[in-house]
T-cell receptor, first 115, second 111 residues
Framework: EPEVTQTPSHQVTQMGQEVILRCVPI?????FYWYRQILGQKVEFLVS????????KSEIFDDQFSVERPDGSNFTLKIRSTKLEDSAMYFC?????????????FGDGTRLSIL | ELKVEQNPLFLSMQEGKNYTIYCNYS?????LYWYRQDPGKSLESLFV?????AVKQEGRLMASLDTKARLSTLHITAAVHDLSATYFC???????????FGKGTKLTVNP
């Protein structure tokens, strides 16, 4: 079964450094998402991306965050200047369409640790 | 603002027993999803519920949706240890692509 893949599985970064998290969505999917989950807490929406532009974003997704689809397969999340509170598990997801019987499919996540 | 509440947040049960997890949401929604998460792992889609009265079953799990009450239930029948995981419900709104998740129910099934 096709799956969403994310790299790296674990990223350790010094505070203030830039970090790029990478995702390869399911190949025929059109909608891409980033979520984060702080340890022990619920999953929170960050951003959705469709047709090469951001379609929706949350309050968490401030100017320090950006997303890009640099080629036909990768979908990246960049955090420009990381803060301690950015430490979390970051999940990429994709879906074929929005709506009928189309759950979002999640990758295994990248655990981001900011020191 | 859409809010999603699950209860209980923690559930410890014996193998062979039945139990129900509840998911309430605050605003009319078109779709409700149930996901399973094993420790350190991703979210696995279990059910997509699209209409009032929808009921879906997979093995020992059955999910239902009452849109009028803004309530979904996940019923566990004759629990087994392999069902131990955290279960999340999530809701999206018409015209929005984001999923709003509940806090999750951590289920532990004891032998």
């Amino acid at each position: 079964e096709p799956e969403v893949t994310q790299t790296p599985s674990h990223q350790v970064t010094q505070m203030g450094q830039e970090v790029i998290l990478r995702c390869v969505p399911i190949s025929n999917h059109l909608y891409f998402y980033w979520y984060r989950q702080i340890l022990g807490q619920k999953v929170e929406f960050l951003v959705s991306f469709y047709n090469n532009e951001i379609s929706e974003k949350s309050e968490i997704f401030d100017d320090q965050f950006s997303v890009e689809r640099p080629d036909g397969s990768n979908f990246t999340l960049k955090i420009r200047s990381t803060k301690l509170e950015d430490s979390a598990m970051y999940f990429c997801a994709s879906s074929g369409t929005v709506g009928v019987n189309q759950p979002q499919h999640f990758g295994d996540g990248t655990r981001l640790s900011i020191l | 603002e859409l809010k999603v509440e699950q209860n209980p947040l923690f559930l410890s049960m014996q193998e062979g027993k039945n139990y129900t997890i509840y998911c309430n949401y605050s605003t009319t929604s078109d779709r409700l999803y149930w996901y399973r998460q094993d420790p350190g792992k991703s979210l696995e889609s279990l059910f997509v519920l699209l209409s009032n009265g929808a009921v879906k079953q997979e093995g020992r799990l059955m999910a239902s949706l009452d849109t009028k009450a803004r309530l979904s239930t996940l019923h566990i029948t004759a629990a087994v240890h392999d069902l131990s995981a955290t279960y999340f419900c999530a809701v999206d709104l018409s015209g929005s692509e984001k999923l709003v998740f509940g806090k999750g129910t951590k289920l532990t099934v004891n032998p």
